[in-house]
């Protein structure tokens, strides 16, 4: 034990001795453990952000959305044309589909209506949408200021809305939204709720419900059908778009997780039948691309580990050329010990301990700075937009979430002391095998 002791001891002596070279030798170590620990930690970051945006669909949620078959696309024709194309989901697929499916947790149907929203001088195209008080639930949407659709509202054919927390800035900057008035097409509803911001906005779940819910208006389904119908008319680049869907959506919510897949493969079949090809309807099963978006993150940390293991390997390799210099460097040194008495082990273990302790430290100083770098992306990306110069080359909704995990600091310490160790071994057999006499003479 003592001559462990006394092997460190003079391992980190000869260190001290020589500084730059020791912060040298360890620096590729240093920067591949840094790297390790920030590249996983952004992948972690950006795959639980993705994991949690597809989350909130709903792991249960199977989403049918109505959508414009490429011929109805093709035959849009040139400018200022103008007639009404049917497509999309029907009552009586909903009516349908709520008897295949009587075990479902809920069923719960969008309309999309009118085709613009106003509030004084501002206009949007309209995302306002006819549904039920379940929609709530089934989206996971909270909210923040007032209420949501009730069933009275749905009994009565309430003139209300609950709007998106984006709707709220855009039409709303300097007025409470609540018990205001907002119109969609020419008719006028009364805000009653403002939704809380959703984490779909401008990311991956935002373009998988094929939306941004934070733009939604959301009015009782009863009313929508009474004071719009089925028919929307848009007007886009001087063309008008009038269609006729009567059901925009449909949120179908499993027993559970194990039933999902089921019920989606049940869900498509019935629809095929009714929609041959399922050219005007698009199916979205959050859960399947949960399990896709978990695959896809292994995936990832499998090519982060690889890259980690080239970058320790270039460090050990930079270790070991700074200790091949060291022996040749230290000739005299080793022949004096050897003829005051110090064995070929004790010759291998001052290097391997020199090599052990320099790797290590390495790996220490690699893991703070890993550390801080992903806490300081995570603290500064945000910020870039903000920035004189260059702000305008961010997007202003621009992110870096980080998340360090265990795995990654604990791996990249062993590994690169691990690193330093096998890359000693060479230098310190090489050191070992010198013939004491002829070192001794070594100028």
Known sequence: MQFMVDMVKLGLGNLRRHKMRAVLTALGIILGVAAVITSSSVSEGKTRQALSQIERLGARNIIVRSQKPPESQQAQGGQGRSWVSKYGLTREDVRIIEENFPDAEGIVPLKAVGGQILKGDRRKTSQAF????E??????????????????DMEERAPVAVIGAEVAKEMFPFEDPLGSTLQIDAKIVTVVGVLAPVGLSAGAGAGLVGRDLNLDVQIPLSTARAIFGDLIMRRESGSFQNSEVQVSELYLVAPSRDEVLRYAELLKRILDVRHPGLKDLGVIVPYELLESARREALTGKVVGAVIAGIALLVGGIGIMNIMLASVTERTREIGIRRALGATRRHIIWQFLIETGVLSTLGGIIGVGLGLGLSALFEFVVPRLPALPLVGGFF???????????AWSVGVSFVVAALTGLLFGIYPAMKAASQDPIVALRHD
């Open 130 to 133: 006819g549904t039920t008080p």
């Open 135 to 152: 929609f709530a639930t089934v989206a996971n949407v909270r909210v923040a200021r007032g209420r949501y659709l009730t069933q009275g």
């Open 395 to 405: 997007n202003a909704n621009v992110s870096m979430p980080t998340q360090v995990t």
